[in-house]
């Protein structure tokens, strides 16, 4: 199984602010929508719930890892009190995506084979943020840029890592 990590950070590893998202790009919310669609995401209870309104995402096995013993989990989607309990209910999984926040992040930051971040080229305030990798771990295979427009406040860029 592929382990893969899913995020959208600014200069400043910044990736929220009140439990919120920085920015709107569209773009790179479909290329979230694209990359997970059909897969399996991982990720903590508040990222769930503070996106879709605590809805599951559509075509997604969705599964939200909180501490609380009595957390409800919404109709399809499933919970994980470990990062490792999530990974090991994904066994036959081709690829596995984490998806936020910053602790789970941090979790699976040494576990993760690739890393798919749009950088934001803005520094924003944040209270939330990626962990730093070490650039001497990582090989960026890919990258595309995209300059600000009409729905895009910022330029960004798509990059993808390998772990060496």
């Given amino acids: 199984m592929k ?3 899913l995020a959208a950070i600014d200069r400043n590893y910044g990736i929220g602010k ?3 998202l920085l920015w709107h790009l569209p ?3 479909r290329f979230f929508k694209t990359k997970t669609t059909g897969h399996t995401i991982i990720m903590g ?3 769930f719930e503070s996106i879709g309104g605590g809805k599951p995402l559509p075509n997604r096995t969705t599964i939200i890892l909180t501490k609380n ?3 409800n989990a919404p109709e399809n989607c499933k ?3 470990s990062l490792q309990h999530a990974i090991d209910m ?3 999984k ?3 995506f984490i998806c936020g926040g910053a602790q789970i992040y941090a979790l699976a930051l040494p576990l993760v084979h690739t890393m798919y971040i749009t950088h934001v080229h803005a520094t924003l305030q944040a209270d939330t943020f990626f962990p730093k990798w070490n650039p001497n771990e990582w090989k960026k295979v890919s990258e595309t840029h995209c300059d600000a427009d009409e729905k895009h406040a910022y330029s960004y860029t798509f990059a993808e890592y390998i772990k060496y």
Avoid: K, V
């Fill in 3 to 5: 382990l893969s990590i």
């Fill in 45 to 47: 209870r508040n990222t």
């Fill in 27 to 29: 773009a790179d919310l």
């Fill in 18 to 20: 009140d439990n919120a």
């Fill in 90 to 92: 994904c066994a036959n």
């Fill in 79 to 81: 919970i994980a009190h």
């Fill in 69 to 71: 013993p009595h957390y």
């Fill in 94 to 96: 081709d690829e596995l």
